[in-house]
């Protein structure tokens, strides 16, 4: 019997608000919803990004003056515009410089197939023979196998040829209309919500603020480092430059362990390109000035209000969101961190709950 009185005060002290109890079931909705049709409305979702990211300057037109349909006009064409650079100077480079990496990888296999043999020479205590020899049979098969996923991915290239089609299609006729129309879907959205909207208010307006914040913020943080890192690579002579800057620019997108993770393939392909000597080493160390600066001087610039999370919480949600959702997971996983934290400041609480928050407090 107690266990079952702690319950009920448990749930009369949190969810005896309806609009607390609305704000549940509009989140679980939104949930649900992305987790089973995630797929099938990833162009919607993609462009009520791209229309809310374009907020911004629709907004600094229309303080110009400038009427509602013609700013709207404006900054898709702006948008259009954007794109096709994109498609036409950008992805032709970096796919150029993917096929080319792709072709020398066996031989990039090959040379650390010969680093591996000597190792046991230079550092017996370290290396083991059999153990180099195994992971030499490693090196062979997977060279092997290099051909077979060229071929694979040649065949497997159709499909998602056509899927990008429609996203070409569909995502600017969407991305169109939310910026014309935005203003209408949210009256109509917020005209079928409970009059009592007070809490929802709340969340709504911290977190408008938040999103904003934060995806815009990203999205030049990430065309800032990729620019930068393009420009200092290509002074430098690194080959790969465009393909090293776009993973160096969209490792910003997962806190912590993005920029660990493309050092890697920065590190490894300087050390192909020169060896050991003084060019890869000023290779490295221009990659962690880049490094460094963004995370000590662009982020806290670009970010007006700093997210008030734990680094444990963010390399949480970045894996839980990302395993969920993949790329928009990872993208919009600290957004949701703060979207629950904002929800569970602003909770309504009963007398006693709300006495045992501020002493806790």
Known sequence: MSMMRLIRSWIEDYFSDEEALFLLLLLIAGFVIILTMGAILAPALASVV??????????ALKRLGVGHLAASVLVFLLFLIVC?????????A??????????????????????????????????????????????AEE???????????????????????????????????????????VRWWVSIMP?????????WREMDQQFANYIRGKVLEIVIVGFVTYIAFAIMGVRYAALLALLVGFSVV????????????????????WGLTSDFYYLVAVYFIIQALD???????????????????????????????????VFFAIPLATLFKAVLTAWP?????????????
């Open 349 to 361: 609480r009963g007398v006693r709950a709300a006495q045992q928050h501020e002493q806790q407090a």
């Open 195 to 203: 009059t009592k909207r007070i809490l929802i208010g709340r969340v």
């Open 84 to 92: 096709l650079a994109v498609i036409l100077v950008l992805a032709p």
């Open 254 to 273: 997962i806190p912590y362990i993005g920029a660990a993770v493309v050092t890697v393939p920065v590190v490894l392909i300087g050390y192909f390109q």
């Open 50 to 59: 791209l229309a809310y990211l374009l907020q911004g300057p629709l907004l």
């Open 94 to 139: 970096v796919w150029t410089q993917i096929t080319q990496l792709f072709g020398e990888l066996p031989n990039m296999l090959n040379q650390m197939q010969k680093l591996a043999v000597v190792l046991p020479e230079r550092y017996p205590d370290v290396f083991d023979e059999a153990q180099i020899k195994a992971l030499g049979a490693a090196m």
């Open 295 to 329: 995370g000590n001087v662009l982020v806290p610039l670009l970010f007006s209000e700093a997210v008030n999370l734990h680094p444990v919480v963010i390399i949480l949600s970045v894996l839980m969101f990302g395993g969920l959702w993949g790329l928009w997971g």
């Open 143 to 185: 060279i092997g196998r290099l051909g077979q996923a060229a071929v694979e991915l040649s065949l497997s290239t159709l499909p998602n040829l056509v899927a990008i089609l429609i996203y070409m299609i569909l995502v600017p006729i969407l991305v169109f209309f939310f910026l014309k129309d935005g203003d209408v879907m």
